[in-house]
């Protein structure tokens, strides 16, 4: 037992030297791995509150547009406004996020009636994206805004001539379309508004999936529609070639329809047999 004692007595001090040799070591590191968790807490505060402060400031900016704008025809929740006859603004708390970013963007509201042309003051960038950012987090709209990549002109022309020309003219200028609905040119929009515009399916015009156009035809015809915006500037342009097209294409089908009564009069005139009730005069029989 003697023996036991002074084994257990000689052995404390070795441990607490050795507690000592290790505990500072503990020490600092943990202090490292506090201050660094600290300082990154801090540092990273200080970088997001100005972000949280702008983004603030944004919403803010674009809840005041919209009450100023928006909120009398569409309510002040989005759900629809009793607007007077059929300028009574639908609801807008459902639509895709594009919807409203494409309306801001090209300025052009639903016409209700073929009488009312709405258009809403034209905002500028700025504008737009705080009046977009603030319907996206008041209504909890769907969707993403797009981004339009780099396109081959040549297929967009293809492209283009199959889905939109005949609805927007083979120069984009726009026109009539059936049941008198005015179609908008597209001559002079941003990439972003004719991906959203192809999409989305504003006002009457049909909605492209990706399985008809994906992404990369619409980058496509973006390039073409780039082409023909520069176009008006080079020899003739194809805004005159619309206006002769349509000109040509007017005198064809009244030569056409000459062409018809012509063949049935003289149809008639050489038949052999007279329908009950008809009979031809020959111009050279005696009288």
């Given at each position: 037992?003697?023996?036991?004692?002074?084994?257990?007595?000689?052995?404390?001090p070795?441990?607490?030297?050795?507690r000592?040799?290790?505990?500072?070591?503990?020490l600092?590191?943990?202090?490292?791995?506090?201050?660094?968790?600290?300082?990154?807490?801090s540092?990273?505060?200080?970088?997001?509150e100005?972000?949280?402060?702008?983004?603030?400031?944004?919403?803010?900016?674009?809840?005041?547009?919209?009450?100023?704008?928006?909120?009398?025809?569409?309510?002040?929740?989005?759900?629809?406004?009793?607007?007077?006859?059929?300028?009574?603004?639908p609801?807008?708390?459902?639509?895709?996020?594009?919807?409203?970013?494409?309306?801001?963007?090209?300025?052009r509201?639903?016409?209700?009636?073929?009488?009312?042309?709405?258009?809403?003051?034209?905002?500028?960038?700025?504008?737009?994206?705080?009046?977009?950012?603030?319907?996206?987090?008041?209504?909890?709209?769907?969707?993403?805004?797009?981004?339009?990549?780099?396109?081959?002109?040549?297929?967009?022309?293809?492209?283009?001539?199959?889905?939109?020309?005949?609805?927007?003219?083979?120069?984009?200028?726009g026109?009539?379309?059936?049941?008198?609905?005015?179609?908008?040119?597209?001559?002079?929009l941003?990439?972003?508004?004719?991906?959203?515009?192809?999409?989305?399916?504003?006002?009457?015009?049909?909605?492209?999936?990706?399985?008809?156009?994906?992404?990369?035809?619409?980058?496509d015809m973006?390039?073409?529609?780039?082409?023909?915006?520069?176009?008006?500037?080079?020899?003739?342009?194809?805004q005159?070639?619309?206006?002769?097209?349509?000109?040509?294409?007017?005198?064809?089908?009244?030569?056409?329809?000459?062409?018809v009564?012509l063949?049935?009069?003289?149809?008639?005139?050489?038949?052999?047999?007279?329908?009950?009730?008809?009979?031809?005069?020959?111009?050279?029989?005696?009288?």
């Open positions: 037992m003697e023996g036991a004692d002074r084994s257990m007595r000689q052995d404390r070795a441990t607490r030297s050795r000592r040799r290790v505990w500072p070591g503990n600092v590191a943990a202090a490292i791995v506090v201050g660094a968790a600290l300082f990154g807490g540092a990273g505060a200080q970088t997001d100005p972000t949280r402060n702008q983004q603030a400031d944004v919403l803010a900016r674009g809840a005041g547009l919209f009450q100023a704008h928006c909120a009398a025809c569409h309510g002040t929740r989005g759900e629809g406004g009793p607007g007077p006859g059929d300028l009574a603004g609801p807008i708390d459902e639509v895709d996020v594009n919807f409203v970013d494409l309306t801001l963007r090209t300025g509201m639903p016409i209700p009636a073929p009488s009312h042309g709405i258009r809403i003051t034209d905002y500028d960038d700025a504008q737009r994206e705080a009046v977009v950012a603030f319907m996206r987090e008041r209504f909890d709209l769907p969707g993403e805004l797009p981004t339009v990549g780099e396109g081959d002109a040549s297929r967009g022309q293809e492209l283009y001539v199959r889905n939109c020309a005949a609805c927007h003219a083979a120069a984009a200028s026109g009539i379309s059936g049941a008198a609905v005015q179609v908008p040119p597209l001559t002079g941003d990439p972003i508004a004719i991906h959203q515009g192809t999409r989305v399916g504003p006002f009457e015009m049909p909605a492209f999936e990706q399985a008809v156009l994906d992404d990369q035809a619409i980058a973006v390039a073409y529609l780039a082409v023909v915006d520069e176009a008006p500037r080079t020899a003739g342009g194809l005159e070639l619309d206006a002769i097209s349509s000109a040509l294409l007017m005198l064809a089908l009244t030569l056409a329809a000459g062409l009564v063949v049935v009069a003289r149809a008639r005139r050489w038949s052999t047999t007279e329908p009950e009730g008809f009979h031809t005069t020959d111009p050279f029989e005696p009288r």
